[in-house]
């Protein structure tokens, strides 16, 4: 025997239009929303995601769109936004760009193609920059990226403090010859790598710089490099998780140590970075509070569309280890 909408109505004790609203994300009370579940449970009822997406004209879905699902980061992330679109009754596609400008133009039309209610998008340099140009029937929260001149509402790190923090840190440690490595596909790394600059200057330091694929592999070569050649420097910042990994791959490649031969810092508090070597000096970032502050820009978006876009900036963490360790005897 089918169960509708009907016959759940029955079991919670409210009317139909009340379960519709309820299953839909739409405005009940935290009680109702959970008589209606608990109805839902107890009935065995499956929506007909098919017929109610022919009557709205919608799907009651939301695309997540990030640049590397393999950083952890972006992971963690993905987990929170699910986390609140649950809640709201929202399902999520989730697609996976490899940095990709193409991708991203395949998967921006996919989510026409789906009808969803909103995307919530890490891009590329090169399709923020063309964001505000594009005619999109659906709106779009930036999470880690942001063109606040595309015109949509955005949630990131405040990069710039976050990588002077870091700069400030190996220089109170004693370090001075301090280089930056920079993933060279979003705004993230140009945001950080001008912090790591203005505030290397601002100490009477002269920043190293290098920008270089957001992959492990190519941090790995480039730290790789500048062992081999003498030059290396006496710390190192990476700007992302991946480019983190690949700089610990290549110290130990090479044989030398951390910090004794190179101390290292970087973004991104994953689990790994405890473990590795004396531990890594790293930037947590909110990851949780960034998924869930785009899922609640992007309903409130569908609320009130005509509101003022909005920039979200929340502030990192320092959280110092074995990696930064003061350089004795300090120096003046």
């Not at 016959?7 to 994300?25: C, E, I, Q, Y």
């Not at 929303?33 to 107890?42: G, I, P, Y």
């Not at 193609?113 to 340099?125: D, L």
């Not at 001008?194 to 290397?200: I, S, V, Y």
């Given at each position: ?25 739409g405005k ?130 405040d990069n ?86 690949g700089v ?85």
């Amino acid at each position: 025997m089918t169960v509708s909408i009907k016959d759940v109505a029955r079991a919670a004790g409210v009317s139909p239009a009340t379960v519709s609203r309820a299953l839909s994300g739409g405005k009940v009370s935290a009680e109702l929303r959970a008589q209606v579940e608990d109805a839902v449970h107890r009935t065995g009822y499956r929506p007909n995601l098919s017929a109610r997406r022919l009557r709205s004209q919608e799907s009651q879905t939301i695309g997540l769109i990030v640049a590397d699902i393999c950083n952890p980061f972006f992971t963690a992330v993905a987990r929170a936004v699910e986390d609140e679109a649950y809640k709201a009754g929202l399902r999520v596609i989730l697609c996976n760009t490899d940095e990709n400008p193409e991708k991203e133009s395949m998967y921006l039309q996919l989510m026409e193609e789906e009808r969803v209610t909103g995307v919530i998008f890490a891009p590329t340099r090169a399709t923020a920059g063309r964001l505000g140009k594009l005619r999109l029937n659906y709106p779009i929260v930036l999470i880690d990226r942001a063109d606040i001149a595309s015109g949509q509402d955005a949630v990131v790190l405040d990069n710039a403090a976050a990588a002077t923090m870091l700069v400030e840190h190996l220089h109170g440690q004693g370090y001075r010859h301090i280089a930056g490595l920079f993933g060279n596909a979003s705004t993230t790394g140009i945001e950080r790598h001008a912090g790591f600059t203005a505030a290397m200057q601002r100490l009477g330091l002269q920043p190293e710089s290098r920008f270089v694929a957001p992959s492990i592999e190519a941090a790995e070569a480039e730290i790789a490099s500048w062992l081999s050649h003498g030059h290396a420097p006496e710390a190192v910042v990476a700007s992302n998780g991946l480019l983190l990994m690949g700089v610990v791959k290549a110290i130990r490649a090479a044989g030398k140590r951390i910090p004794e031969d190179l101390a290292v810092a970087g973004f991104d508090n994953e689990s790994w970075t405890e473990l590795a070597g004396p531990g890594l000096t790293v930037i947590e970032q909110p990851v949780a509070e960034i998924g869930r502050t785009a899922m609640h820009l992007l309903l409130e978006r569908l609320e009130t569309p005509g509101a003022p876009v909005r920039k979200v900036v929340l502030g990192g963490r320092c959280v110092v280890r074995g990696s930064t360790k003061a350089v004795q005897p300090l120096l003046a």
